[in-house]
């Protein structure tokens, strides 16, 4: 009987171990490709392993004519601008909402919510719409001002919780000893929010990074192309309907790698956080 | 903004309300909390708000080639509204979106439920590759995604039809994928499982594990068979994640844009291959018929903030 019954669980566990290889093939296909030459990628028989690769793929990329550096400028000036603003906006009203009860603050909380489930893809006409007549389509201010509000609902809601977390009792024993309002929070709470505010930054930083679809509409010159831009162009096919299919999958790699290593740090949080609630009750 | 990973945490903590303001504190100190949302309220107002005042209103007005010279808009109350619905191209590529959300947020949710449950029934090696497998494809960026896919479906050197070229008499080199309507929404769908199914299976996974072993050993002694377990016990206890996770699924497949725009750009431009994101996008920046496309978007809004409704309520419950 329990033999049975571990013979079973060894096949699922070999199944289960195939759908792993399944799932990550894409990701491993794009590393393969990116290390191969130009006439091993188009022969008809796949190259299944990267040995005996070269870096040539990278090196065209990085070269200066791609236009991954000025990409990569764009994308992080934006992405600077807006994480700044976002974060220190949304500890702000984060602030007010765990650590105040005022009237209104219901409303702002339903707000938060409610403007999460904006379809941001519905709004793209009205946005491009207002960033042109503002003449601010290209810059990096324009496109970043929409970011910012997209972002902030979901930061204000997370840095929520880590802010609730630090007890206000804390905060109250450092005035009794002496310290202001203002000095009791940034040197007992502000200390012990550190790791939340890492975490929503880096959150933050992913869904700025990443942004396609709103930059696709507003940032419609080459010269203000960010990375998933300029992946894009990178990727269609030439005039004559030939891709250098090694030299896209070295720009994706080059594309996706940070943002993979940022993920890992907060996926943690991402689904407990949103499952953590749910059960406990 | 489209990635996977903007489910809303809900972080449990409960909002502490020691200090409330008593009626003695100053006046400096009760204007506090309004001066410290004003810059979130104020940045919301910018980029949200303004923008959806202003879709809200053009809906209502006509764009045509007189205002393409300089003319203001002129009001002409729900006859975007009227022109849309009476068309029949909106409702055509309304129903397809609606089709595509439901086959792709369905497959999404059995495939992330059974690989959840097999995971909690697996040897702890095959569950840790899974579980790097599928955040390696979660963590992906979108445009990432699809330059590898459009890859392994090349026509000429693309893995997939290489493996299918391997079974005996069937000959696939040179087979263009995109096409075919029915194909192009169908790759579509296969990329967007195959990027959601980790967020779902990971969530659930987490979920399961929460179910108290007490619970379950009590079953059993009780005679209850597996499937019996999984019916009457398991699946009742994580209901509320399936309910937020389906929910959260359909918004997302319902306003798939950035996939849809990269594979029309891939291979296969035309409105045969538009769903509601394309489509409104070409009625609006593509031919400048501003006042139909924000009459677009906002049945498109309604619909979704519909969806969405169920999901807000379970947010608030967290904040009280």
């Known amino acids: ?281 | 903004m489209t990635s996977p990973a903007t489910a809303p945490a809900v972080v449990d903590a409960p909002t502490p309300r020691s200090d409330a303001p008593r009626a003695t504190k100053p006046r400096s100190v009760r204007a506090l909390p309004y001066l410290l949302v004003t810059p979130a309220v104020l940045a919301l107002l910018v980029g949200l708000g303004y923008p959806l005042y202003w879709q809200v209103t053009n809906s209502f007005k006509e764009y045509g080639l007189a205002q393409q010279f300089g003319q203001a808009p002129e009001w002409v109350g729900l006859a975007n509204y009227v022109e849309l619905l009476t068309g029949s191209q909106f409702w055509a590529v309304l129903l397809k979106s609606v089709a595509f959300m439901a086959v792709t947020a369905l497959v999404t949710m059995a495939l992330g439920i059974g690989l959840a449950l097999a995971m909690k029934a697996v040897n702890r090696w095959a569950r840790l590759s899974l579980q790097v497998a599928m955040l390696l494809a979660w963590a992906m960026p979108i445009v990432a995604q699809m330059t590898v896919w459009n890859w392994l479906i090349d026509s000429r050197n693309g893995v997939l039809n290489y493996v299918l070229s391997l079974i005996p008499g069937v000959d696939m080199i040179g087979h263009n994928w995109l096409v075919n309507p029915w194909s192009f929404f169908a790759v579509a769908s296969v990329i967007i499982t195959w990027a959601a199914v980790p967020f779902v299976a990971l969530s659930v996974y987490a979920g399961l594990t929460q179910v108290s072993g007490e619970v379950t050993e009590a079953a059993q002694l009780d005679g209850a068979s597996g499937f019996q377990m999984l019916r009457r016990i398991t699946l009742p206890i994580i209901r509320p994640i399936l309910v937020i996770l389906l929910l959260l699924q359909m918004i997302w497949d319902l306003r798939v844009y950035a996939q849809i725009e990269l594979l029309q750009g891939f291979g296969a431009a035309g409105d045969k291959y538009d769903l509601l994101g394309t489509y409104i996008y070409g009625l609006g920046i593509g031919q400048g018929h501003f006042g139909v496309a924000a009459a677009a978007a906002m049945i498109v809004m309604v619909f979704t903030i519909g969806l969405s409704w169920f999901y807000v309520r379970e947010l608030l419950k967290e904040d009280n």
């Open chain 1, 1 to 281: 009987m329990t033999r049975r019954h571990s013979l079973g669980r060894r096949i699922g566990s070999v199944a289960i171990f195939a759908v792993a290889l399944l799932w990550a093939f894409p990701v491993y296909w794009m590393i393969n490709s990116s290390f191969q030459s130009a006439p091993t990628i188009s022969a008809l028989e796949p190259t299944w392993l990267p040995f005996g690769g070269t870096w040539r793929n990278y090196s065209a990329v990085l070269d200066g004519s791609s236009g991954f550096g000025q990409a990569m400028r764009m994308s992080l000036m934006i992405t600077a601008l807006s994480l700044v603003v976002c974060i220190i906006f949304a500890f702000l009203g984060a602030l007010a909402i765990s650590r105040f009860k005022f009237r209104g603050r219901k409303s702002f909380v339903l707000a938060i919510i409610i403007v999460q489930m904006l379809p941001a893809e519905a709004m793209f006409i009205a946005q491009y719409k207002m960033i042109a007549g503002l003449n601010l389509l290209n810059t990096v201010i324009g496109i970043s001002v929409i970011y910012i509000a997209s972002v902030i609902p979901f930061t204000v809601w997370m840095l929520r919780g880590f802010v609730a977390g630090v007890p206000a009792d804390l905060e109250e024993a450092a005035m009794v000893d002496g310290c202001t309002r203002f000095g009791a929070f940034m040197r007992v709470t502000f200390p012990l929010l550190a790791p939340g505010l890492v975490a929503s930054g880096v959150y933050a930083f992913i869904q700025v990074w990443n942004e396609f679809a709103l930059a696709s509409v507003l940032l419609t010159s080459d010269a203000s192309q960010t990375l998933p831009l300029w992946l894009r162009t990178f990727a269609e096919p030439s005039t004559l309907g030939m891709i250098e299919w090694g030299q896209v999958m070295a720009g994706s790699v080059l594309v996706a790698v940070p943002v993979i290593i940022f993920f890992l740090i907060v996926q943690n949080r991402m689904t407990s956080g949103l499952v953590g609630g749910a059960v406990k009750g």
